[in-house]
């Protein structure tokens, strides 16, 4: 039984799918730290694991890993210590810790690693504040690393987002990562996810304030982005208090946000035949 159960619990952290068989599994706190790693390994994605093992069996350093494993690496450790942070400022009276600092940390640890794209939880998040709850609805929205189990936007679509807005403000032509130059095509397509993501997740959520009235609006967002995010995180009760139609939005959005965003995907990365004319620039006031 106890191989049986260390097994199913790794492949579902390792896989981000946040099942677990028993609450017990929970107690120990070596055990928490295995879920934590397997979780984040299972979330960087398969092209970064690739390309660091392939870093390190050839004994280069951090400069020849690719540009997608250095954001990937770099922005989901920010994440994480990110929410960790913000659990523990936010929350520290309300989840109890006790005087050991060590599980103080693990837990903290856990829980933001966790909820931003595997589900596994300790936590009744309906406890919780609402800028907690707040915090980790943009943890779940951004999500995983391109080519993982996770879902959300994605780290890498997210810093291009980022750096492209801080592009902007200052002026500058290019935006540049790491000594390197981002082409308008991608910045285009991580555009184009970040609407897709935003209308999959605004409409679902005005269906759920309509068929759910009765339900607190934020649990309901809650609710909305960790399906389109396939996160699994829930506020407690919320879901087995949905209606009918609630239970229905909620499905069809978790299955929009894995298969409608990897279709949406494969379709920016597809060549397209350009036309063989050019419309004149136009000039229009923005902002």
Do not use: C
Not at 9 to 19: D, K, L, T
Not at 167 to 181: M, Q, Y
Not at 192 to 219: H, K, Q, R, Y
Request: proline fraction near 2%; avoid cysteine; aromatic fraction near 16%.
């Amino acid at each position: 039984k106890m191989l049986f159960e260390s097994i199913f619990h790794s492949i579902s952290a390792f896989n981000n799918a946040g099942f677990i068989l028993s609450e017990d599994f929970f107690n120990s706190l070596n055990l928490k730290w295995y879920l934590t790693i397997l979780i984040f390994f299972g979330a960087i994605g398969f092209p970064t694991l690739s390309d660091i093992v392939s870093n390190i069996s050839k004994k280069r350093n951090w400069k020849t890993l690719h540009l997608t494993t250095k954001i990937s690496l770099i922005s989901s450790l920010i994440l994480i210590f990110f929410g960790a942070i913000m659990l523990f400022f936010l929350e520290k009276n309300n989840l109890n810790f006790n005087g050991n600092n060590f599980e103080n940390i693990t837990d903290l640890i856990f829980h933001s690693t966790s909820g931003r794209t595997a589900g596994f939880s300790a936590i009744d998040f309906s406890t919780l504040g609402f800028p907690i709850l707040i915090i980790f609805i943009f943890l779940m929205f951004i999500g995983a690393s391109p080519g993982s189990f996770g879902g959300g936007i994605k780290t890498n679509t997210f810093v291009l987002i980022i750096y492209s807005f801080i592009t902007t403000i200052r002026g500058k032509k290019n935006v540049e990562i790491f000594n390197r130059r981002i082409s308008s095509k991608l910045l285009y397509k991580s555009f184009s996810i970040l609407l897709f993501a935003l209308l999959v997740i605004f409409i679902g959520w005005i269906f759920l304030l309509i068929t759910d009235p009765e339900i607190n609006p934020i649990f309901l967002l809650f609710e909305q982005t960790s399906a389109f995010s396939t996160v699994g995180m829930s506020t407690g009760n919320t879901t087995e208090e949905l209606s009918n139609l609630g239970q229905f939005i909620i499905i069809t959005t978790m299955f929009v946000g894995r298969i409608g965003t990897l279709l949406m995907a494969f379709s920016l990365i597809q060549k397209k035949k350009n036309p063989n004319y050019n419309y004149p620039k136009a000039h229009l006031m923005v902002g």
